[in-house]
């Protein structure tokens, strides 16, 4: 252990990214502290970890080939060891399954694919009686095209919806596509004008144009509000929204503010949507990229990171497999909440798919040339549980979209009984942000380079952290024995 400035610093030195988990280990045994990682946040949803679950992908439970509710219950004591406090599931309502769940037909039933209410109501009784949330998706864009819909009728019927899955006992919602919401009323009758300096010149690219009449309106963010009202009026839920926006700007919207909040986080997509690949995740880029949202976020507001999701590439995939323990440190180490999408804790990668087996309508829809662009079923495919057959997802013969095959050296079993695995570090990484210094203490980056980014994490006289990430695939010796002040802008010195 190393002095500085009357601190005792603890240091995670990663020479290689998968180095930095052996350190990890070692330091994380030294300072365990159980008085100490009692405190935590009050709100589940401050305090703990969201796992993403892709409910055809996750346990298949009568062995029909498609994952189901009942499934979800089965790997219950899974989301305990692995150190998550909520788990979101992409929709199980009634549908016809054009969009994978997507395109909900009634927002009152779940899809018997899925199962029944019964099962839904087993889910949250075993979930809540291991102290896991579950979080609903919740769809109302796709009915919004036609303006009609949202008269005052509809907005009531929607908010009967939240009330009908709140009064059963739900922990919270995410909003889907929630900035598409509402649109003009002539939406055929005007034109949105020419975005301004975005570079695109061709007219057929979404971002050509400034969606002024059909993003973004006045009304999405008054329904909103009278959402999260609705929320508000229940003990300890969570609303949180999902808007992919170029303008940061935009995004934040969604938060409200302290005063007048209309959900309690708008996901963070820069972590997918400003890194492509790898050599967009430098140490700068990391650190501008967190500066970003917390410059631009509504103070008093909650932040929150997020590496992947069903509709992105796997974040091994889009990096390369030797970041994502340094990239899962990353996100489970700042302030804020972390979402991890299934699997990502493993390090399963994108699946190949063939025209003939893929399933997603993005995909089939652009034909046997380029469904590859479009197409989201290789992030989707079934979790890797063991080495059984369909690597313990299903019994049955054939699944609804191919396992990969690279399971029997990549699943949860094996990571469990080795010494080292993703696995094993993200559980470690899921106690440790459970410490004070963690929940509630302050941020400052100490060094970012195009190899190196370092972040430390202090609170009152709790143990202090210094937190190294190589992001290069060489070694690299960085000096930590001088705490630089804080550089950037004030607010990364403040407590949030
Ligand atoms: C654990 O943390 C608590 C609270 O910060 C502190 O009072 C206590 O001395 C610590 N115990 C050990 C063994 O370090
Ligand atoms: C929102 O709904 C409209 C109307 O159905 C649809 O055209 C659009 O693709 C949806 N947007 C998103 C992002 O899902
Ligand atoms: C879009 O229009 C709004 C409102 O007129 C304007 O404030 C904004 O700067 C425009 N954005 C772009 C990219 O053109
Ligand atoms: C939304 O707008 C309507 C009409 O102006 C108003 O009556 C209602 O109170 C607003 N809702 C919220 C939550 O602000
Ligand atoms: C918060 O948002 C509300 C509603 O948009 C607005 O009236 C109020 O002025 C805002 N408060 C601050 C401090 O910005
Ligand atoms: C990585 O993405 C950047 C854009 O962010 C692009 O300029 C670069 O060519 C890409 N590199 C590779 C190897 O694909
Ligand atoms: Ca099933």
């Not at 052996?22 to 949803?45: I, P």
């Not at 508000?232 to 935009?250: A, G, H, K, N, P």
């Not at 390090?347 to 993005?362: C, F, K, L, N, R």
Request: proline share 4%; aromatic share 12%.
């Amino acid at each position: 252990m190393m002095k500085f400035c009357s601190l005792s610093l603890l240091t995670f030195v990663g020479v290689f990214a998968n180095i930095c988990a052996s350190s990890l280990h070692n330091v994380y045994q030294r300072s365990v502290n159980e008085t100490e990682t009692k405190e935590t946040q009050d709100e589940f949803w401050k305090r703990g970890i969201i796992l993403q679950i892709y409910p055809r992908s996750y346990y298949d439970y009568n062995g029909d080939g498609t994952g189901d509710i009942r499934g979800i219950i089965a790997k219950a004591d899974y989301f305990v060891e692995l150190g998550v406090e909520m788990v979101w599931l992409t929709p199980i309502l009634q549908s016809p399954m054009k969009d994978f769940g997507y395109d909900i037909s009634d927002f009152k039933e779940i899809d018997p694919i899925f199962g029944s209410m019964e099962d839904y109501e087993n889910l949250l009784k075993e979930l809540h009686d291991k102290g896991i949330k579950v979080i609903f998706d919740f769809v109302p864009n796709h009915t919004s095209d036609q303006h009609e819909w949202f008269q005052k009728k509809v907005v009531e019927e929607m908010d009967n919806v939240f009330r009908f899955w709140l009064d059963k006992g739900v922990d919270g919602f995410r909003v889907d596509a929630l900035k598409h919401l509402v649109e003009v009323e002539d939406v055929y009758g005007a034109d949105e004008p020419v975005a301004e300096d975005s570079e695109i010149t061709d007219p057929t690219q979404y971002s050509y144009l400034n969606h002024t009449l059909t993003v973004n309106l006045p009304e999405t963010f008054n329904i909103t509000r009278g959402w999260y009202e609705i929320l508000d009026s229940y003990d300890d839920r969570l609303m949180m929204t999902e808007v992919y926006d170029d303008d940061i700007r935009e995004m934040m919207r969604y938060y409200g503010n302290e005063s007048y909040p209309i959900s309690d986080f708008t996901f963070n997509f820069l972590l997918i949507t400003k890194l492509t690949n790898r050599s967009d995740v430098t140490g700068t880029n990391l650190k501008n990229l967190v500066d970003l949202w917390m410059d631009n976020m509504p103070s008093g507001r909650w932040p929150n990171w997020v590496l992947g999701n069903h509709d992105n590439k796997r974040v091994s995939s889009r990096f390369g497999v030797d970041l994502i323990d340094a990239l899962n440190m990353f996100i489970l180490l700042l302030p804020g909440t972390p979402t991890t999408y299934y699997g990502e804790e493993i390090g399963m990668v994108d699946t190949y798919i063939s025209y003939e087996d893929t399933q997603d309508p993005a995909g089939c829809n652009n034909g046997p040339e380029h469904y590859t662009e479009t197409s989201r079923d290789p992030v989707r495919t079934p979790m890797q549980w063991d080495e059984s057959q369909n690597a313990g997802f299903s019994t049955s013969e054939n699944t609804w979209i191919p396992v990969n095959e690279n399971y029997p050296g990549l699943n949860v079993q094996v990571e469990n009984s080795v010494e080292q695995s993703h696995l094993l570090v993200y559980k470690e990484l899921a106690k440790l942000r459970l410490k004070k210094t963690f929940q509630f203490g302050e941020l400052e980056f100490q060094t970012a380079t195009d190899e190196v980014v370092a972040f430390v994490r202090s609170y009152e006289d709790s143990q202090t952290y210094l937190i190294v990430i190589n992001t290069s695939p060489e070694e690299v010796t960085i000096d930590v024995s001088e705490r630089k002040r804080c550089t950037s802008r004030k607010r990364n010195c403040n407590p949030w």
